[in-house]
Nanobody
Framework: QVQVVESGGGLVQAGNSLRLTCAASGGTSSLYGVGWFRQGPGKDREFVAAIRWSDGNTFYGDSVKGRFSISRDNAKTTVDLQMYSLKPEDTANYYC??????????????????WGQGTQVTVSS
């Protein structure tokens, strides 16, 4: 059973940076991808970024492209989301998710079977 645990959230001023980490365990070698999603108050869950396990290809949501960067460590046990130039609208609960479903769209929440509890990011203006 794959487990993912997020860490690194907190309060930050607009314009600053923050890094989130997703620690994956329990059979990560069979993963297809790991993604980050976020959900703000009263909003739908939004795709942020994802990385495909087989080749390391990365994907980004339009609202974070050019500001956020997703990466994984060589041991393929952690995935970082480095966030730059944060804005108040980036405030949300950020979730890490993992999937073993090959060829699934990594942009869709329904593609993921394993979810973390989330970590809160608050950006003050």
């Amino acid at each position: 059973q794959v487990q993912v645990v997020e860490s690194g959230g907190g309060l930050v001023q607009a314009g600053n940076s923050l890094r989130l980490t997703c620690a994956a365990s329990g059979g990560t070698s069979s993963l297809y991808g790991v993604g980050w999603f976020r959900q703000g108050p009263g909003k739908d869950r939004e795709f942020v970024a994802a990385i495909r396990w087989s080749d390391g290809n990365t994907f980004y949501g339009d609202s974070v492209k050019g500001r956020f960067s997703i990466s994984r460590d060589n041991a393929k046990t952690t995935v970082d989301l480095q966030m730059y130039s944060l804005k108040p609208e980036d405030t949300a609960n950020y979730y890490c998710a993992a999937t073993r479903k090959w060829f699934a769209s990594l942009r869709l929440p329904v593609s993921y079977a394993y979810w973390g509890q989330g970590t809160q990011v608050t950006v003050s203006s």
